[in-house]
């Protein structure tokens, strides 16, 4: 079993900055494929970006240009940079780890707040 442990929400104004982290318990991120994902009051769970092994990372029309995914194996950690954060960014925010067999955990979530 795998814990991931997200960090780093909080709350921002617009135009402003944070940095996501989602730390798991076994060194698994170089052998697991990594997501972030978000989701917002009354809203379905959506994709952000994702970090496929082997792949260049991808993300969702609406934070391109803004947000980077990123991981660092050696510290067993996984992180999201979001920049020029804007209100419809507002969500619980979820790291995911999944491989190509039944593998496939996720994180309890970190709250990001944007607003004035």
Known sequence: QVQL???????????GSLRLSCVA??????????????QAPGKQRELVAQLRLGSTPTYADSVKGRFTISRDNAKNT????????????????????????????????????VSS
């Open 5 to 15: 442990v997200e960090s780093g929400g909080g709350l921002v104004q617009p135009g």
């Open 25 to 38: 318990s076994r060194n698994i991120f170089s052998m697991y494929n990594m997501g972030w994902y978000r």
């Open 78 to 113: 996984g992180y999201l940079q979001m920049n020029s954060l804007k209100p419809e960014d507002t969500a619980v925010y979820y790291c995911r780890a999944w491989n190509a067999n039944v593998y496939d955990y996720w994180g309890q979530g970190t709250q990001v707040t």
